[in-house]
């Protein structure tokens, strides 16, 4: 007989079309529901609460009084929660903000009782392949999804084991018709029955045993309070069948015993049965470059500046930090950071996202000030700290700013040695804007803040200190306005119309109109890009640009400005009318020692209904592509082949090669490479006639949440058809991204791992005898140099470095985005004990061997490691 399990669910987006205000209302009163049905019916015996705890966060703001009701329900096994703390998406969010959604959520679950152990996305668009090792990195060995698959991946059943690259794996539980389709019964027994007709056999087709799901929910979907009534009809109309609510860990319990399961590997990106809205990485670009900024400065610089500080005495604010997690991880649902949702949302999303950065800055700060100013010296000249928070020494170009009342100085370190400076700039400053309490007694006199340049290499995970020493001489520059660019790796030139002409001279190739800008009608919505039909294509081949070159002692800066003519709308643009503009200002920066150009971009968009992005000719003729994704490396075919039949078999979008990355993006052959990294957009696509050139999205400029019928989306709209005007992103926008060359492929060139560098900036701290903001002394001495550890190969890439959450350790998490095992070594500068290999979820799983006060672990290709010591 056929077992259905019946499972009792809501599905719970904290916002969408609707605010997070509406979703709290109904929250309440959902939840008393809940409660009050679990409590007085012993035979309803189970409800999931989505598998996200920010439910129960949101929940007890405005009920507390029903906090131990709930956790009676949890530990009495009723009410099911976890393991995540908002269900997060896995294509465009960071590896590290994956880990703590999960470290969160299981923290929170264990709070009141245990977590349901499935990684339960039942609306993620697109899966990632590195979800087995995550998932099992927190002893999670199930997984539930709906949208990706399709049968081209190895199997047309719903249950099958899911394998990372590394070994990893998770038994899956495919929803192949959605988490909805119990949702809303109804009492009607011919409705029924016609439903039922239509889902049992797509249901029955996928499964591997006799037993099936009917997941009894839906968005914000209140209890269904009648469901015995409709249990007893389903056993009337089917009585080959038997009908009972159940629970998701029941289903798992019976495929457990079934050992004939096929393994598939790779990342789910089909939209053949379900969208999965492979151009939605590009929508409100201004949220998505927040999102992108503000992760690296939390993973990069301000957990391994904690932890630096934590070291040396003072206190890590996990408290702090993990309110700053938790206010981005709201915004990591699928439709939250899709941004697929209504304008007053996406003001929300980018509140907090404002106010998350600004916490992350003012943190940052407050660490480099606390050891900056604690550091014990008997000299009384001001402090200016470099901070390297990469595991390796770095020799880098540093451009700070001095805050000071002096007409010239010098710079010291703490062994007497002047290091050379480059003054950029000089800009008066109103005392008052330094400590109001100078101006109050009297003081006028301006201060002076110097932008300079320098180099020097600063210590592995740790800072180099310089005194700032009052001189006669004068601070001159030597920087000079020129026709063309010449580093140690580039001779650089730039076209009348603003593209680059780059001779590289390590590989001795030629590339030519760099950054050239294609522009195209979009009459998608906030899901999907959808070109308008036989369009011809704008690009900025023919616009006059303002160009100004100068070089500098250790880098060259180049600016770019013009005007991009185009359409102010589609009927405009289906005239041919440029009657709008974008105005475009590139900022570039060349260092002179070594291959990168750092670029900027300033956009002030005037038109609706478009897509903007930036070419990157690479003279590499692939079949593939490389990127990263959480933890690792992916290769994608630059052209799906599914393109050539999507219509006959009717998927449900067309699957253009629109894939997302999280770092980098790199075309390469034997010889050499060209990559893209970023620290904004997260978009790209390979085109040209030989597939040779990387397409950047710099933006998307649409004007409905939903649409229908759309060229390469037919059919109904996903979501509803909503104005957002917001979504047209009119007005500023500004981008950071890079472009570097290499000999060797992408992955032989660790890619991974210079991208990491470029989202990693020194940071400086000037310490000067004036602060609005005032702090008693420290009672910690630190040093004038100090480093905390050195790694001592150069193959793995660090994730981050923080402290544990339950115990005075410190976790360096590693990955290792080649395609060869590597063998990583770290010396720690002081004496370390009890030093051993973690889960994600920080519990231990064995000890590591100390030797000399060293480490060594192995790492597969795309395998995280994670280091408690």
Known sequence: MKKVHIVPHMHWDREWYFSTEESQILLVNNMEEILNMLETNQNYPYYVLDGQTAILEDYFKVKPENKERVKKLIQDGRLIIGPWYTQTDEMIVGGESIVRNLLYGLKDSEAFGTAMKIGYLPDSFGQSSQMPQILNGFDIQYSIFWRGTSERHGTDKTEFYWESVDGSKVLVQLFPLGYAIGKYLPENEEQLQERMNKYFPVLDRGATTENIILPNGHDQMPIQKNIFTIIEKLQRLYPDREFFLSKYENVFAELEQHHALPTIQGEFLDGKYMRVHRSIYSTRMDIKAANTRIENKITNILEPLASIAYSLGFDYHHGLIESIWKEIMKNHAHDSIGCCCSDKVHREIANRFFLAEEKTDRLIEFYKRKMTDAIKTDRSEDLLTAFNLLPYDREEVVTTTVTTKLHSFTLEDADGTIIPFEVISKEELDPGLIDRQIVHYGNYDPFYKYTIQLKDSIPAMGYKTYFIVPTDTDMTHSFAEKESIETDYYQITVNPNGTLNIWDKQLEKQFNNILLLENGGDDGDEYDFSPLPNETLIYSDQVKADVHIVQHMYEAEIDIQFKLNIPRNLDERKRNNHNSFIDVHWKLTIPKHKPMINIKVELDNHAMDH??????????????????????????????????????????????????????????????????????????????????????????????????????????????????????????????????????????????????????????????????????????????????????????????????????????????????????????????????????NEKSIAPLNVEQNEIKVALKANQVKTILF
């Open 611 to 840: 897509r903007l992005r930036a070419l990157i000719p690479t003279g590499i003729a692939s079949k593939c592509s490389i990127a990263d994704n959480q933890f690792g490396f992916i290769k994608r075919n630059v052209y799906d082949p599914a393109m050539d039949y999507w219509q006959e078999e009717n998927w449900g979008e067309r699957p253009d090669s629109i894939y997302p990355m999280l770092s980098f993006v790199g075309l390469c052959n034997d010889e050499y490479g060209v990559s893209v990294l970023t620290n904004s957009t997260r978009e790209y696509e390979i085109i040209g006639s030989h597939h040779d050139t990387i397409a950047i999205t710099l933006f998307r400029s649409v004007g409905f949440l939903g649409k229908e019928e759309m060229l390469r989306r037919p059919g109904r709209p996903s979501g509803i058809k909503l104005p957002t005007p917001d979504s047209q992103m009119l007005g500023t926008l500004t981008m950071e991204f890079a472009i570097t060359t290499h000999q060797q492929s992408t992955t032989a060139a660790n890619v991974g791992r210079i991208a990491k560098q470029y989202t990693t900036a020194i940071e400086t701290y000037n310490k000067i005898p004036f602060n609005a903001m005032k702090l008693n002394p420290s009672s910690v001495p630190t040093p004038l140099t100090y480093s905390l550890l050195q790694e001592k190969s150069s193959n793995t890439v660090i994730s981050t470095l923080k402290k544990a959450e339950k115990e005075n350790k410190l976790v360096l998490r590693i990955y290792n985005p080649t395609e060869t095992i590597s063998n990583s070594t770290f010396q720690f500068k002081q004496p370390i004990e009890q030093v051993v290999e973690a889960n994600l």
